[in-house]
């Protein structure tokens, strides 16, 4: 199938996920799709396809040529859900020249580029990365004189609410290294990324009729309020870039009686990101001492962190993809993440896996597309990894 159809139809599921179900897939149209690419997969030619009741899926392209046994095993993965900050419900993708939309950069002029409506994200952010893997390995299927060593690809769900490698079975995907397809722009490749944590602050208040409400009511949204104005102004995502970590609210829900402040906190610098926890820890105490105990309480839960610690005593892994970018022609982009990826957790894990470009641009919105030529120079990079280390060996 080509590339670009392919991707279509990967963005027909609906895949948005929900940190509130407790549940994995934390949604029923991941597994809907899950069950579509374990198909699709048999279906291509892999192997020892497997699905779990978590909604995870690996698969194999298994080694040929004389020597391929002999090949480290690789693995390539991304993910099946699209962010909750857009809806991702009856997308309506179309493919325009770049020059037809304002908000494309003027960098892909001339491109064909897959946008949506604007009322909904595209899903290119992980939905390009599975094209991209799967295309790859028909191509390798497809063409048996290309000698490759075994390879594995793995799919996980729940990776935007910071899950998706809750129940990653390491030792099962039996790898020595993988690259997440889950970056961005053509040419992205990175090892760096945020040290995360979310943290949901609850305030108790105490509702009384607003005209007998003197020395008695406490309205929990403005003790909430209180502690948001008191975090640093210009330490959010929109005054920030590079390195510098942030305090992001996103989610605030509440009545009189109580309400919930729901942060992401970053940070590069692990000494920082620490800061950054005690912090919050701190301006709830302050509260309580102003309100008395028991008014706000904060739950601090971290999500993953810097995976530079874990790459950096296998940066041939790197140098390996910068070198396959080099070989078709795109020049590699080495960045820090501002965010994260499956890849940095399971990196602590014991499975290195920095990240290669997926091809698109304003992820987690309705203004979210993707350069047609980044999507199939993704898959190129891909095979040119897989050739690389065969002629390596």
Known sequence: MDIVDRFLKYVSFCTTSDENTGMTPSTPGQMEFARYLAEELK???MTDVSLDENGYIMATLEANGQNAKELPVIGFIAHMDTSPDASGRNIKPSIVKAEERDFID???????VIVTDNKTLLGADDKAGIAEIVTAMEYLIQHPEIEHGKIRVGFTPDEE???????????KFGCQWAYTMDG??????????FNAASAKIK????????????????????????IAVMLPRFQ?????????????????????????????????????????????????????TEYGEGTAEIEIRDQYYNMREKIEPVMHIIELAEEAMKSVGITPVVKPIRGGTDGARLSFEGLP???????????HSRYEYLPVPSLKAAEEVVLEIVKMVAAQR
Not at 161 to 171: L, M, P, T, Y
Not at 204 to 223: D, E, F, Q
């Open 353 to 363: 896996c920095p990240n290669i470009f997926a091809g698109g641009e304003n992820f």
């Open 106 to 112: 003027p960098r892909y002029a001339g491109q064909d």
């Open 203 to 226: 305030v108790h208040g105490l509702n009384v009729h607003p005209g007998t409400a003197y020395h008695k009511m406490r309205n929990s949204m403005r003790i909430a309020y209180q």
């Open 184 to 193: 961005g722009a053509i040419g992205e490749l990175e090892y760096e990324n």
């Open 43 to 45: 279906s291509i030619g």
């Open 236 to 288: 959010t995502p929109e005054h920030t870039q590079g390195y510098e970590g942030f305090y992001h609210l996103i989610g605030m829900n509440g009545t009189v009686e109580e309400t919930t402040l729901s942060y992401i906190i970053r940070d590069h610098d692990r000494t920082l990101f620490e800061y950054r926890k005690r912090e919050l820890e701190h301006l709830v105490r302050k509260i309580n």
């Open 161 to 171: 609410i910071g899950c998706g490698a809750d129940h990653f079975d390491v030792a």
